[in-house]
């Protein structure tokens, strides 16, 4: 092995193991514990979120997301102008438009299209950022 | 009737035992069985390890200091007022404006604070970064910092026993990145006749200083300090002169154990080292810096006391069966031995401390941790 490559492994070796050692000298069984919690709240998440009435939710919102998300720029213009009625009557052309894009594409998406679309659709990805805030703050972290 | 749990004070020990008691008795919580009740005067908790990074402009105030109310798991009920006084015979803590808390266990987590009045001159010529106002005023003499003499004095007792060699380690690779180490002197002084309390690391970290071109002066109990001259003196009788000095100030407890005759002189409480109840007392636990114990004053104890303590308070809760798990002794400090590397030390009652190598990664280690502790204090991780 040459001289550059063993000090790059040595080094490497040495930086893991002193990792692992205050790793293993910080943790206690209830962290472990714990940690275990959150991996089952986060595949039960998952599964919830895979579940066909929450793909079918997303695929809505998927389709609304153009008139919703600019409706969530507005909402911190209420108080200024738009008012309730403003407010709702976007939300009932949001839904409509929603729906109606739903009944011409009534088959549900997969986790892996909607990734997809995800990456693609920036709109889309806030307005998914802003459910995954909602199903965190409401479901993971009840008050 | 409800079993009703009271903690005194929302720092790190307190915020912790009362997210897990009342994470594993949620149940009993809901059903009305049992009460959590979490008292504090502050609205906000301050993650005290961050000082040392707002002091050197590498975190932000606002990344170390969360409302409590944000930290709470569910079930926990927080009060915001101060305990004024613990009354032992009807078991009630009264509080600062006029009510009272009745509790079956009581928890007393008020932590350590700085006694600056004990050193005259100290709080008039001195930084330090035990306090955020205390931090980003020492942020400020940083900034402005071209050279000079600083020295690092240390009170005690105080808490973070390692804080004053990683602030040492760390001015002085600030200082080289800023290329200012030339003009800098830089004096590390400790009141012991070694660099640190503890054996090991004093072995360690007297020769990573003079590697550095630390000077290293024992045997420095702070006397006083002149800040008009700009001179700290010592009851040894040594005196230095300081363009920047920066002190460890003693730290002492908190008032509530003197007004309820339940702490020593020092106001620290008497406790249990293994069950950490309150000595000739059932039914009141110590934790973190309150206790007497012959640990470091660090939020890794208070966590790792936490814990315990949880246990055994679920037992009593649930239960009522008596406290059968133990601390023992348990501490961990990560020491940053400058800007991109760290190690740490490990120890407990029985086994003392080594110190391995510096590296990268658990100084990285150390800059994850700052960011996720909250998920710890909440219970969460």
Same mark, same amino acid.
């Given at each position: 092995?040459?001289?550059?490559?063993?000090?790059?492994?040595?080094?490497?070796?040495?930086?893991?193991?002193?990792?692992?050692?205050?790793?293993?000298?910080?943790?206690?069984?209830?962290?472990?514990?714990?940690?275990?919690?959150?991996?089952?709240?986060?595949?039960?998440?998952?599964?919830?979120?895979?579940?066909?009435?929450?793909?079918?939710?997303?695929?809505?919102?998927?389709?609304?997301?153009?008139?919703?998300?600019?409706?969530?720029?507005?909402?911190?213009?209420?108080?200024?102008?738009?008012?309730?009625?403003?407010?709702?009557?976007?939300?009932?052309?949001?839904?409509?438009?929603?729906?109606?894009?739903?009944?011409?594409?009534?088959?549900?998406?997969?986790?892996?299209?909607?990734?997809?679309?995800?990456?693609?659709?920036?709109?889309?990805?806030?307005?998914?950022?802003?459910?995954?805030?909602?199903?965190?703050?409401?479901?993971?972290?009840?008050? | 009737?409800?079993?009703?749990?009271?903690?005194?004070?929302?720092?790190?020990?307190?915020?912790?035992?009362?997210?897990?008691?009342?994470?594993?008795?949620?149940?009993?919580?809901?059903?009305?069985?049992?009460?959590?009740?979490?008292?504090?005067?502050?609205?906000?908790?301050?993650?005290?390890?961050?000082?040392?990074?707002?002091?050197?402009?590498?975190?932000?105030?606002?990344?170390?200091?969360?409302? $409590?109310?944000?930290?709470?798991?569910?079930?926990?009920?927080?009060?915001?007022? *101060?305990? %004024? &006084? +613990?009354? /032992?015979?009807?078991?009630?803590?009264?509080?600062?404006?006029?009510?009272?808390?009745?509790?079956?266990?009581?928890?007393?987590?008020?932590?350590?604070?700085?006694?600056?009045?004990?050193?005259?001159?100290?709080?008039?010529?001195?930084?330090?970064?035990?306090?955020?106002?205390?931090?980003?005023?020492?942020?400020?003499?940083?900034?402005?910092?071209?050279?000079?003499?600083?020295?690092?004095?240390?009170?005690?007792?105080?808490?973070?026993?390692?804080?004053?060699?990683?602030?040492?380690?760390?001015?002085?690779?600030?200082?080289?990145?800023?290329?200012?180490?030339?003009?800098?002197?830089?004096?590390?002084?400790?009141?012991?006749?070694?660099?640190?309390? $503890?054996?090991?690391?004093?072995?360690?970290?007297?020769?990573?200083?003079?590697? *550095?071109? %630390? &000077? +290293?002066? /024992?045997?420095?109990?702070?006397?006083?300090?002149?800040?008009?001259?700009?001179?700290?003196?010592?009851?040894?009788?040594?005196?230095?002169?300081?363009?920047?000095?920066?002190?460890?100030?003693?730290?002492?407890?908190?008032?509530?154990?003197?007004?309820?005759?339940?702490?020593?002189?020092?106001?620290?409480?008497?406790?249990?080292?293994?069950?950490?109840?309150?000595?000739?007392?059932?039914?009141?636990?110590?934790?973190?810096?309150?206790?007497?114990?012959?640990?470091?004053?660090?939020?890794?104890?208070?966590?790792?006391?936490?814990?315990?303590?949880?246990?055994?308070?679920?037992?009593?809760?649930?239960?009522?069966?008596?406290?059968?798990?133990?601390?023992?002794?348990?501490?961990?400090?990560?020491?940053?031995?400058?800007?991109?590397?760290?190690?740490?030390?490990?120890?407990?009652?029985?086994?003392?401390?080594?110190?391995?190598?510096?590296?990268?990664?658990?100084?990285?280690?150390?800059?994850?941790?700052?960011?996720?502790?909250?998920?710890?204090?909440?219970?969460?991780?």
């Amino acid at each position: 092995m040459a001289m550059e490559e063993k000090n790059l492994v040595d080094t490497f070796r040495e930086e893991g193991s002193s990792l692992a050692s205050a790793a293993l000298a910080s943790v206690t069984p209830r962290m472990i514990n714990r940690l275990g919690g959150v991996a089952e709240s986060t595949i039960a998440a998952l599964d919830l979120l895979t579940s066909p009435d929450i793909v079918n939710l997303l695929n809505k919102v998927q389709k609304a997301a153009p008139v919703l998300v600019p409706l969530l720029d507005q909402v911190g213009e209420l108080g200024s102008g738009m008012g309730m009625e403003g407010l709702a009557a976007r939300i009932t052309r949001a839904v409509a438009v929603g729906e109606e894009e739903v009944r011409r594409h009534p088959e549900p998406i997969t986790v892996g299209e909607l990734l997809r679309m995800v990456r693609k659709d920036p709109a889309l990805a806030f307005v998914l950022r802003f459910f995954l805030g909602f199903v965190r703050s409401m479901w993971l972290e009840p008050k | 009737m409800a079993k009703r749990l009271v903690i005194i004070g929302a720092g790190t020990g307190g915020l912790m035992a009362a997210n897990f008691v009342a994470r594993d008795l949620n149940r009993e919580i809901t059903r009305g069985d049992v009460s959590v009740t979490l008292l504090d005067e502050r609205d906000a908790y301050t993650y005290q390890p961050g000082f040392l990074y707002v002091a050197f402009d590498l975190m932000r105030p606002a990344q170390i200091v969360r409302p $409590i109310d944000e930290l709470l798991a569910p079930g926990v009920r927080f009060v915001r007022d *101060r305990a %004024v &006084r +613990v009354a /032992t015979d009807t078991r009630r803590v009264e509080l600062a404006h006029g009510e009272a808390l009745p509790y079956d266990y009581l928890v007393i987590a008020t932590g350590s604070h700085l006694n600056m009045d004990e050193v005259p001159g100290l709080q008039e010529g001195s930084h330090w970064f035990y306090t955020m106002e205390g931090a980003l005023r020492l942020r400020e003499a940083l900034r402005d910092f071209q050279g000079g003499r600083l020295v690092v004095a240390v009170g005690v007792p105080h808490k973070c026993p390692v804080a004053p060699l990683e602030f040492t380690m760390m001015f002085e690779e600030w200082a080289r990145q800023r290329g200012i180490r030339e003009q800098s002197e830089i004096i590390y002084t400790y009141p012991l006749g070694r660099s640190h309390s $503890i054996q090991a690391v004093a072995d360690w970290a007297t020769p990573e200083l003079e590697k *550095r071109g %630390v &000077r +290293v002066e /024992t045997f420095f109990n702070i006397e006083s300090v002149e800040p008009e001259r700009k001179v700290v003196h010592s009851l040894e009788g040594t005196d230095f002169d300081y363009d920047v000095l920066v002190t460890i100030p003693p730290h002492r407890g908190e008032e509530l154990g003197a007004a309820s005759g339940l702490a020593d002189s020092g106001r620290w409480y008497p406790t249990d080292r293994y069950r950490l109840q309150l000595e000739g007392s059932e039914n009141i636990f110590v934790l973190g810096d309150a206790t007497n114990l012959p640990v470091s004053k660090a939020g890794s104890v208070a966590h790792f006391e936490a814990e315990v303590l949880a246990d055994n308070l679920v037992g009593l809760l649930s239960e009522g069966s008596p406290p059968g798990y133990r601390y023992n002794g348990r501490a961990f400090c990560f020491i940053e031995t400058g800007l991109e590397r760290a190690t740490f030390i490990s120890f407990d009652y029985q086994n003392p401390p080594t110190v391995p190598g510096p590296t990268a990664a658990v100084h990285w280690f150390k800059q994850t941790y700052n960011r996720i502790h909250w998920a710890n204090l909440k219970a969460v991780m």
